[in-house]
């Protein structure tokens, strides 16, 4: 609700208070530094590791869990439960979330010509950091989280020009190249084995506020290729297994599964053929 100010004295007062309210919650920016440091245990590729021995990683896990739980209950927005379960539930899945993190560096290794070791893929690309924080972000989301899993995802964002809500729901092997301008919309769905390239947005037909609730985006069917600067749009539309995107296409419509969909750009009109 807007608040209006009856002199100076009452707006100074209105900013003291909005001060005391968040000043003893964690920034962003360690928020974004405790996934980050998540990231560095499971790869240690992405930093020169002081791990010596288990009790060495079963220390940092320890480090990492208290910090957790610190960022949540000084963030005063988490009220689900218990910040410790939901710290207790969160790390019994990192074996899980690291497990599909391999997937997605194995897409991106087998699917990019230009990669040359998994190691590579880890360190340097945006696309394997994006789908890496995405993947933290969903699992504290999907534990009812407020907040923090979008500042997550937008750090991510901030960094890689990869917008991934953490709402969405993503499968295994998810392969995003270069990457830059990808959108994927809250209520997105994507399956398996399904590679985009940048500038790709799987997004809403409608950005009215009553539909919050409601599915808005797409869904992409397992082993789906979609090329640089397409557009999908709907929570009704879903692309068929095994179809490929052409580049720049706009489809607000479902696709069957084995199809290419590409922009005739003589005819300004989209063609179809099975790709069987």
């Known amino acids: 609700?807007?608040?209006?100010?009856?002199?100076?004295?009452?707006?100074?007062?209105?900013?003291?208070?909005?001060?005391?309210?968040?000043?003893?919650?964690?920034?962003?920016?360690?928020?974004?530094?405790?996934?980050?440091?998540?990231?560095?245990?499971?790869?240690?590729?992405?930093?020169?590791?002081?791990?010596?021995?288990?009790?060495?990683?079963?220390?940092?896990?320890?480090?990492?869990?208290?910090?957790?739980?610190?960022?949540?209950?000084?963030?005063?927005?988490?009220?689900?439960?218990?910040?410790?379960?939901?710290?207790?539930?969160?790390?019994?899945?990192?074996?899980?979330?690291?497990?599909?993190?391999?997937?997605?560096?194995?897409?991106?290794?087998?699917?990019?010509?230009?990669?040359?070791?998994?190691?590579?893929?880890?360190?340097?690309?945006p696309g394997f950091l994006a789908i890496s924080i995405y993947r933290i972000a969903n699992q504290l989301y999907k534990l009812d989280v407020p907040l923090i899993p979008r500042i997550l995802t937008e750090h991510a964002h901030s960094i890689t020009g990869i917008d991934i809500h953490p709402g969405a729901t993503i499968g295994n092997y998810l392969s995003i190249d270069h990457g830059t301008g990808v959108v994927i919309g809250e209520t997105t769905i994507i399956g398996n084995h399904v590679k985009l390239y940048q500038g790709v947005t799987l997004g809403a037909l409608s950005v009215e506020k009553v539909l919050a609730n409601t599915k808005r985006h797409p869904t992409i069917e397992d082993h789906v290729i979609i090329y640089s600067n397409a557009t999908i749009l709907g929570g009704e539309t879903v692309i068929g297994h095994n179809t490929i995107i052409g580049g720049n296409v706009w489809i607000t419509s479902s696709i069957a599964p084995y199809m290419t969909i590409y922009h005739q750009a003589n005819t300004k009109t989209i063609e179809t053929q099975t790709t069987i």
Not at 53 to 80: G, P, V, Y
């Open 1 to 125: 609700m807007k608040e209006h100010f009856t002199n100076k004295q009452h707006f100074f007062e209105h900013l003291l208070k909005k001060q005391q309210e968040v000043m003893e919650m964690p920034s962003n920016k360690r928020i974004a530094s405790w996934a980050m440091n998540i990231l560095e245990i499971l790869f240690p590729e992405q930093k020169s590791s002081d791990f010596e021995t288990i009790s060495d990683i079963e220390s940092a896990f320890e480090k990492s869990k208290s910090e957790l739980e610190h960022i949540l209950r000084n963030s005063k927005i988490c009220e689900c439960c218990s910040h410790k379960v939901v710290v207790d539930k969160f790390f019994e899945q990192i074996p899980s979330l690291y497990e599909s993190m391999q997937t997605d560096a194995d897409a991106i290794l087998e699917g990019d010509p230009a990669a040359k070791s998994l190691k590579e893929v880890i360190r340097t690309y």
